[in-house]
Structures are given as C-alpha cells and as structure tokens.
C-alpha cells in the first residue's frame, strides 16, 4: 500500500494535479485520494480504484502495476487537440437546440486522453462554481452517455442544457455552489450530451 501512494502522489506531480482535483475527476467524492494517501482508506475498493486511476489518467493495470501494465516509466497518453464548441449553462437550464455539434471550432485545448471523443465547453454562471468557476472550461467524453450516480455530466432535459452532479434514486441534477440553487428534479427523458471528465481554470 505504501508504494500505491507513493505512485500515486509521483503521479499527481506529474500531472500538476491536486488530490482534490483528480478525485473529481474520476468521479469521487473530493476527498477520497487525500484518504488513500493518509491511510484512512486502507483497503479502497475496486471501484475507487478505478476512479483513482481515471483522476491520474492511468489505467487500473497501471495503477496497480499488474503485467499488462508493460513499464509504468514508458506508459505516456497522448495529447489530443479537443475542439472548443460551444457554452453551457451552470445556473438555471438555458434553452438550446443543438449548440454542442462537433463542427467548427473557435479553439481546440489540447488534453492528455487516450479517446478522440472529446469536447470542450465554456462554463457559464456559478452554480457549479466550487468545482467549475464561470469561464472555466470542462471536458466532455460524448461517448460516455450512460449516467451514474456521483459523477458530473451535461445533460439536455425539457429541451434545455445544463451541467450538473448527477444523482439516481430519484434521479437529479445537483449543483455544486457557494450560492443558493436548487436541485432540479428529472420529471421526463434526459439527454446526456456526455460525461465530464476534466476541469481547466485558465488564470488569464
């Protein structure tokens, strides 16, 4: 276990990525990579696991070093030029036809990923501001369609787009503030547009 740490915290170096930030991204609860590395999770299950290793961008085989893994030195993910498309709304659902078609871009963010089914959109309002600050931009897997519970998605509901926490039983958007907003309630269908599987803060 202590060598899954140091691994880990090696990793998070390499990446310039805070522990807090890498559980988000891999769809945890903030703290659950700081518990890894402080003990206080001491056996995480495989499915935190697998959550860690989507927060490094590694997968489980080499995460957990298994012989699959090949050399974790020479294991690199490449860099794809992810097109900046359009806005999504982090407040009050904003009506919308179909602004998230992957046609011509105003920018292309280059991300470490290993799939090419990436957008990126510019995070308007506060509703989600603890994680996505208005003017942020998120990175969104559009072939991760299928929603679980605790992780983070733009979905199209009622005609309208939103990107919220997704959670099940019963099935809501919930917003993630500093501000008062409410959670809004699925009454009817809801269209993932896809997963949210990065957050990037421009400082300028």
């Known amino acids: 276990m202590m060598e899954l740490r140091d691994?880990?915290?090696?990793?998070?170096?390499d990446i310039r990525k805070s522990a807090r930030r890498a559980s988000i991204d891999g769809g945890l609860t903030p703290d659950a990579i700081r518990n890894v590395l402080r003990s206080k999770s001491r056996n995480p299950r495989r499915d935190t696991l697998q959550g860690i290793a989507r927060g490094l961008e590694w997968s489980m085989e080499?995460?957990?070093?298994?012989?699959?893994?090949?050399?974790?030195?020479?294991t690199e993910t490449p860099i794809v030029d992810v097109p900046l498309v359009s806005w999504v709304q982090a407040g009050g659902l904003t009506e919308t036809?179909?602004?998230?078609?992957?046609?011509?871009?105003?920018?292309f963010i280059p991300v470490a990923h290993k799939r090419n089914t990436l957008i990126a959109l510019r995070v308007v309002g506060s509703s989600m501001n603890r994680i996505a600050p208005d003017g942020?931009?998120?990175?969104?897997?559009f072939a991760d369609k299928t929603p679980v519970s605790g992780q983070y998605y733009v979905l199209k509901h009622d005609g309208q787009a939103t990107f919220k926490r997704y959670r099940s039983a019963p099935?809501?958007?919930?917003?993630?503030?500093?501000?008062?907003?409410?959670?809004?309630?699925?009454?009817g269908?809801?269209?993932?547009?896809?997963?949210?599987?990065l957050v990037i803060n421009r400082l300028s």
């Open 171 to 187: 099935a809501r958007l919930e917003p993630d503030s500093t501000e008062p907003y409410d959670t809004v309630f699925i009454s």
């Open 189 to 197: 269908d809801a269209e993932v547009v896809g997963r949210v599987i």
């Open 7 to 13: 691994r880990i915290r090696t990793r998070l170096r």
């Open 97 to 107: 036809s179909d602004p998230y078609s992957v046609g011509d871009a105003e920018d």
């Open 62 to 74: 080499v995460l957990l070093e298994l012989p699959s893994a090949g050399n974790v030195g020479r």
């Open 136 to 141: 942020s931009l998120i990175i969104v897997d």
